[in-house]
C-alpha cells in the first residue's frame, strides 16, 4: 500500500510564512509528478504547484513569487515553502503523486494525501 502523509498545516497571520510536507511511504517503485493542490469552502480543488522528477516546476499564477515547490528524491518527499501568505490562501492543503508501486509487479497510478489545513486569518 502507498500512503501520502502531509504536515505543517496551521494558522498564520497575513504576510507570514508556512512550509508543508508530503512523504511518500509504501512498496514505491519510481515518483514522476508530485505537487499540491487546494480547496477552499465551496469552491473546486485547484492546482497550486507541480515538480517533475528532473526538478520542473509549474504555478499557479495567484502563487507565483509566493509559494516554492522542491521535493527530496532519496526521501519521497515533496515541500511547499508559502510565504507572504493571504486570506484568500486558506484552504485544505492535498499532496498528489504520480507513481509506480509493486504489487507482484510493478502498477502505476496517483495518490493522494488525506489534506492539511492552512488558515491566513489575523
Known amino acids: 500500500q502507498v500512503q501520502l502523509v502531509e504536515s505543517g498545516g496551521g494558522l498564520v497571520q497575513p504576510g507570514g510564512s508556512l512550509r508543508l510536507s508530503c512523504a511518500a511511504s509504501g512498496s514505491i517503485g519510481s515518483i514522476y509528478a508530485m505537487g499540491w493542490y487546494r480547496q477552499a469552502p465551496g469552491k473546486q480543488r485547484e492546482l497550486v504547484a507541480t515538480?517533475?522528477?528532473?526538478?520542473?516546476?509549474n504555478y499557479a499564477d495567484s502563487v507565483k513569487g509566493r509559494f516554492t515547490i522542491s521535493r527530496d528524491n532519496a526521501k519521497n518527499t515533496v515541500y511547499l515553502q508559502m510565504n507572504s501568505l493571504k486570506p484568500e490562501d486558506t484552504a485544505v492543503y492535498y499532496c498528489?503523486?504520480?507513481?509506480?508501486?509493486?504489487?507482484?509487479?510493478?502498477?502505476?497510478?496517483?495518490?493522494w494525501g488525506q489534506g492539511t489545513q492552512v488558515t491566513v486569518s489575523s
Open positions: 515538480i517533475t522528477s528532473g526538478g520542473r516546476t
Open positions: 498528489n503523486a504520480d507513481l509506480t508501486y509493486y504489487s507482484g509487479s510493478y502498477y502505476r497510478n496517483n495518490y
